[in-house]
């Protein structure tokens, strides 16, 4: 899924968001940039274990999130752009 079938679903989720408790794991910039909380959550490996870290994105932050997620691992100018016009 993608596009504007993918804003269609964060548009809904934001509406049930409304009066629900809503957590929502997704990749889908377009999704996330519905959210009232965006939290991002790596994974490490450390002296053979696995270690997840997870951090709430806020402001700038959180741009650059939907920013790299609509690019890749190098944010560029356009999807900082981009990001900036989905978060609004």
């Not at 079938?5 to 629900?20: D, F």
């Not at 690019?71 to 016009?85: F, I, N, V, Y």
Request: with cysteine; glycine share 10%.
């Amino acid at each position: 899924m993608g596009g504007s079938a993918a804003e269609g679903v964060g548009r809904r989720l934001k509406k049930l968001a409304a009066n629900n408790q809503v957590l929502c794991v997704t990749h889908l910039p377009q999704i996330a940039s519905f959210a009232d909380h965006h939290y991002v959550v790596e994974k490490r490996e450390s002296k053979g274990r696995t270690e997840a870290t997870v951090e709430e994105l806020d402001g700038p932050a959180r741009t650059r999130e939907v920013g790299r997620m609509l690019s890749g691992q190098k944010l560029t100018p356009e999807a900082l752009k981009h990001a900036e016009q989905l978060i609004r």
